[in-house]
C-alpha cells in the first residue's frame, strides 16, 4: 500500500491507498489521564496525532492465544494507557461517492486484551467487496479502563471511550462520504457484551442504528460486584506505579480464582452496573425491553463457543483418550455453550421482541468432520477474511481456507445486507452452516 494525501475541511490528511481501498490509521479520537474520563477531540487535533504503528493499551501476552489466534509481534505496536485511537478504512474512490453505510468495529478480548487494528480482523476485504466504510476503534482495557468504583478509580472508563469514538464518528463521518444517519456496531465477545449495554446506557441520542452482537458473553454479566471489589482492593496498591507494564505484570497476581466465582472469573474485568453511564443490574432487562424500538438488533453465536478453551487444552486432553471421555468433553462443551452464550442470547433477543423491537437471532456451525468445530472467534476469518491474518492460527487448523473464503464472503453480504436494510435477504443462499431464527 501507498501513502497519498487528501485534501479535507480539516486540512491533509494522510491515507494508505491499494487493493481498492484507503486506510486511514491510527486517528486520536479523545484524549484521558489515568483513571479520568475521556474527552473528545475534533478531526484536526486527531489527524495531529495520527500514528504510524497502532497504539495498544498494555495487556498481558497469553502463549495460549497466541497459539490459537497468532497474536501480532509486540514490536509492531505502541503500548499506550490512554488508548483512543480509531482507524477509517474506505472504498478507494470514497470521494465520489455520497453517504457510504457505516460499520464500528468493537473488538473483543475479556476487555483485557486486543485493539481494533489486528491482522485478523484487516476490513479490507469486507471493504472492498461491500462498498462500506468501517471504523476500527481501540479503547482502555483491564484495570485502565474496566476497573474501578474504588480509590477514585471511575467504572466503565473503556466504554466511555467508545461512546467518544462513536461522538466522533457521528460528527465527522462526512469527512469520508460517510452516512452518519446509517451506523451499525459491530462487537464480537467482550466488544458484543459492550455494545449491547450501549443500548441501555446514559447516552447521547442517535449515536448508532443497528447492533450485530457476536458471541456475547451475557452468562457472565450478573452478580459481579463482590468479585470486583476483591480485585479492585488486590490491586490498589499499585494503581500509582508509573509504568503500566508493570501494572499489568503485577495485575496477573491477583486476579480471581475460579475456586471463589466460577465462570465469572473468565472474564475478570467488565461493565459495573450502578455506575455512570450504566443502570442498576435488577433495571437492565426492563431498559433493553423499553429502548428495543430504537434498534435493529442481529444477536448470535457459534456452535461450540467453548471448545476454544475446553477442546484444546492439553491438561484436558490428558483425560480424553477415549471415546468415553470424549462424549463427556462434548457434553462440558454443550453445557458451558449454553449456559454463557446461548441461552443468555435467547433470552435477550426474546425481551427485545417482547418490546416490539427488530431482532434477529443466528447461530453458525462448522458442517466439517474436523478441527475444533465453530469455537469462539470461528466467525472472525469468516467476517475479515484476511488469509495471512490467519494462516498459523490454531483456531483454524485442519480447516481448508477454500471452506472460509467462499462462507466468509456469504456472511460478509449477509451482515452488510442488515446493515443497509435492517433485514436480511429472504431469498439468498445462506451460508454453509449457518442458521438463522427470527423471533
Given at each position: 500500500m501507498k501513502d497519498k494525501i487528501f485534501p479535507t475541511i480539516f486540512g491533509p490528511v494522510k491515507g494508505r491507498c491499494g487493493d481498492g481501498v484507503v486506510r486511514f490509521q491510527n486517528i486520536r479520537y479523545a484524549v484521558s489521564k489515568r483513571y479520568q474520563r475521556p474527552e473528545l477531540l475534533s478531526p484536526k487535533e486527531g489527524f495531529l496525532h495520527q500514528s504510524e504503528r497502532p497504539h495498544v493499551c498494555p495487556q498481558h501476552l497469553?502463549?495460549?492465544?497466541?497459539?490459537?489466534?497468532?497474536?501480532?509481534?509486540?514490536?509492531?505496536?505502541?503500548?499506550?494507557?490512554a488508548t483512543q485511537f480509531l482507524s477509517v478504512t474506505t472504498p478507494e474512490d470514497f470521494k465520489n461517492k455520497e453517504k457510504i453505510p457505516i460499520l464500528v468495529w468493537i473488538h473483543g478480548g475479556s476487555y483485557e486484551i486486543g485493539c481494533g487494528d489486528l491482522p485478523t480482523s484487516d476490513p479490507s476485504k469486507w471493504v472492498r467487496e461491500q462498498d462500506i466504510i468501517v471504523v476500527s476503534v481501540s479503547y482502555r482495557l483491564g484495570l485502565f479502563g474496566f476497573l474501578g468504583g474504588v480509590g477514585g478509580r471511575p467504572a466503565n472508563l473503556g466504554l466511555l471511550d467508545v461512546v467518544e469514538a462513536l461522538k466522533w464518528i457521528r460528527n465527522y463521518s462526512s469527512v469520508f462520504h460517510g452516512d452518519s444517519e446509517n451506523i451499525t456496531l459491530l462487537g464480537q465477545s467482550?466488544?458484543?457484551?459492550?455494545?449491547?449495554?450501549?443500548?441501555?446506557?446514559?447516552?447521547?441520542?442517535?449515536?448508532?442504528?443497528?447492533?450485530?452482537?457476536?458471541?456475547?458473553?451475557?452468562?457472565?454479566?450478573?452478580g459481579?460486584?463482590?468479585?470486583?471489589?476483591?480485585?479492585?482492593?488486590?490491586?490498589?496498591?499499585?494503581?500509582?506505579?508509573?509504568?503500566?507494564?508493570?501494572?499489568?505484570?503485577?495485575?496477573?497476581?491477583a486476579l480471581p480464582k475460579f475456586s471463589r466465582f466460577g465462570m465469572k472469573s473468565l472474564m475478570p474485568f467488565g461493565l459495573q452496573y450502578g455506575a455512570y453511564p450504566l443502570p442498576d443490574e435488577k433495571e437492565t432487562m426492563a431498559m433493553w425491553r423499553r429502548n428495543a424500538k430504537k434498534y435493529e438488533v442481529l444477536i448470535g453465536l457459534n456452535h461450540d463457543e467453548t471448545s476454544f478453551y475446553l477442546a484444546t487444552s492439553e491438561q484436558v486432553k490428558k483425560y480424553t483418550g477415549n471415546s468415553f471421555s470424549k462424549k463427556i468433553l462434548q457434553k462440558a462443551i454443550r453445557f458451558s455453550t449454553e449456559k454463557i452464550y446461548g441461552k443468555p442470547a435467547r433470552q435477550f433477543a426474546e425481551n427485545l421482541r417482547k418490546g416490539g423491537g427488530n431482532v434477529t437471532?443466528?447461530?453458525?456451525?462448522?458442517?466439517?468432520?474436523?478441527?475444533?468445530?465453530?469455537?469462539?472467534?470461528?466467525?472472525?476469518?469468516?467476517?475479515?477474511?484476511?488469509?495471512?491474518?490467519?494462516?498459523?492460527?490454531?483456531?483454524?487448523?485442519?480447516?481448508?481456507?477454500?471452506?472460509?473464503?467462499?462462507?466468509?464472503?456469504?456472511?460478509?453480504?449477509?451482515?452488510?445486507?442488515?446493515m443497509r436494510n435492517g433485514a436480511l435477504p429472504v431469498n439468498e443462499k445462506l451460508p454453509e452452516g449457518l442458521h438463522f431464527e427470527v423471533l
Open positions: 497469553s502463549p495460549f492465544l497466541d497459539r490459537m489466534i497468532e497474536q501480532p509481534d509486540a514490536e509492531n505496536f505502541i503500548a499506550d494507557e467482550s466488544g458484543g457484551d459492550l455494545i449491547a449495554h450501549l443500548m441501555i446506557a446514559d447516552l447521547p441520542a442517535n449515536l448508532f442504528r443497528r447492533l450485530i452482537i457476536q458471541s456475547a458473553p451475557l452468562g457472565l454479566r450478573k459481579r460486584q463482590k468479585m470486583y471489589r476483591e480485585l479492585s482492593e488486590k490491586t490498589f496498591s499499585f494503581i500509582h506505579e508509573e509504568d503500566p507494564l508493570k501494572m499489568v505484570e503485577w495485575q496477573q497476581k437471532l443466528f447461530r453458525i456451525h462448522s458442517v466439517l468432520q474436523r478441527g475444533i468445530g465453530a469455537a469462539h472467534c470461528f466467525d472472525l476469518p469468516l467476517l475479515f477474511g484476511d488469509e495471512s491474518g490467519w494462516k498459523k492460527a490454531g483456531l483454524l487448523k485442519d480447516v481448508p481456507w477454500r471452506y472460509i473464503e467462499e462462507n466468509g464472503k456469504k456472511l460478509r453480504f449477509f451482515w452488510t445486507e442488515f
